[in-house]
């Protein structure tokens, strides 16, 4: 079988379960002249569990109006905000701390990411992990 041609990698971030024809997705698609419903009900079925909460897709577009996805899950720094229970990160972060976070929920963050993380193990994750929540603002206690 043939390889297809990729014409464009797009990368979204969109509220899980809640796709809809309108922006982001809607334009997004429809610039690249994709059936947006192709996406829509598969990606809002395979995200209804993390409802409410956005998850990154990873679309490859192929040749002939094909494509396929891929949704990676929760941004990293959603889940540092969903840990310390804040709503956004320090504009200053060397200067104003805005939460704290212990190093187990470090180690559950770095887990559930592990296989998106450019790191061959756990603590190498971590160490990703603890470098976004100190530019956060967020500081690691443990």
């Known amino acids: 079988m043939p390889k297809k041609k990729v014409l464009g990698h797009l990368k979204l971030r969109i509220p899980a379960g809640r796709a809809t024809a309108g922006p982001p997705v809607g334009s997004t698609l429809g610039q690249w002249g994709l059936n947006m419903m192709d996406f829509i009900k598969p990606f809002n079925d395979q995200t209804a569990d ?22 990676l899950g929760q941004p990293v720094d959603d889940l540092i905000r969903e840990a310390a229970g804040i709503q956004k ?36 994750a971590k160490k990703i992990v603890a470098g976004t929540a100190r530019s956060m603002g967020v500081t690691i206690e443990g």
């Open 50 to 71: 993390m409802m409410g909460k956005d998850v990154i897709v990873h679309l490859k577009v192929y040749e002939g109006k094909k494509f396929d996805w891929e949704c």
């Open 89 to 124: 990160g320090s504009g200053k972060p060397n200067a104003d701390k805005v939460g704290k976070i212990t190093d187990a929920q470090v180690t559950e963050i770095a887990q559930k990411k592990m296989k998106l993380l450019n790191a061959n193990d756990i603590d190498a």
